[in-house]
């Protein structure tokens, strides 16, 4: 809303207050709706991830990697001191997303990237839990953030946008420093995930919206940034069953599959 006070906060801190005053606002769809397909495709991975209920059933290697960092990422998060470490579920990320296929030549992985994010006349920080980055270009094409507590009123939506936020005004800024001109908007795809369980966006980030956060301003346009929660068998248990069981397991991969087209 117009009347409501900006406060230059880092990424980290940015709450629903922020979403307001910056007018952004978040609309879920289903799958067909956000993916733009049905039925979403198989999984491009080994079919014992989709088979064998835990590590010790596989006989392929990457396999058993794979659900050896899913079992520790569910025991990270559900433990006294996921609050405090986190970590596995970052880790338990990167091996999920290389083995979909997400890096191939340029691309990279990178974990606690920082970013510089100006907002309200201040330098603050973003700091990206894991990106993917076109290294041909140094520029953020995927994010990620992980949520390590427990606490329901702490949402990591919000954070994930403003940190898409920070990597427009970063390419940007490459951009311009290369002799290009800036771009007028970017859609930034990113993932949250709460141990195991993710939530697929598309973040729209515009001049417009950029130039408000950096000032201070209310948008007059609004931002709808487009997301998707995976629809599984016992939705109320997502976060404490993620993707242990098969069943889960079998949906939310294959929206990491039709996720892969937004990585561009």
């Not at 880092?10 to 067909?32: G, H, K, P, R, V």
């Not at 520790?72 to 433990?79: G, H, P």
């Not at 859609?187 to 201070?216: A, H, S």
């Amino acid at each position: 809303m117009s009347d409501l006070v900006r406060i230059a906060r880092s990424a980290n801190e940015w709450t629903s207050n922020e979403l307001e005053a910056y007018n952004i606002q978040i609309a879920f769809q289903n799958a067909q709706t956000f993916f733009n397909e049905t039925p979403l495709p198989a999984p491009s991975l080994h079919p014992e991830i989709l088979t064998a209920q835990t590590a010790n059933d596989t006989v392929d290697e990457a396999s058993w990697t794979v659900l050896c960092q899913l079992e520790l990422a569910m025991t990270s998060w559900t433990s006294a001191e996921a609050d405090i470490i986190g970590g596995d579920t970052a880790l338990f990320t990167v091996v999920l997303l290389r083995s979909l296929g997400y890096i191939h030549r340029p691309r990279v992985f990178r974990t606690r990237k920082e970013l510089r994010f100006v907002t309200c006349g201040e330098n603050k920080d973003a700091n990206l839990d894991v990106s993917i980055i076109d290294h041909s270009v140094n520029a953020v094409i995927l994010l990620v953030q992980e949520d390590r507590r427990l606490h329901a009123q702490m949402n990591p939506h919000h954070q994930l946008i403003a940190k898409a936020i920070a990597a427009f005004q970063d390419l940007n800024a490459r951009r311009e420093s290369a002799g290009l001109d800036a771009l007028s908007s970017k859609v930034i795809p990113g993932i949250t995930m709460v141990g195991t369980f993710p939530t697929f966006f598309k973040i729209p980030v515009t001049q417009e919206l950029n130039r408000c956060v950096i000032g201070g301003i209310f948008p007059s346009t609004p931002t709808i940034v487009t997301g998707h929660v995976p629809v599984i068998p016992r939705p109320n248990s997502r976060f404490s069953e993620g993707m242990k069981p098969l069943d889960n397991r079998r949906i939310i991969l294959e929206c990491f599959e039709a996720f892969k087209k937004f990585i561009v």
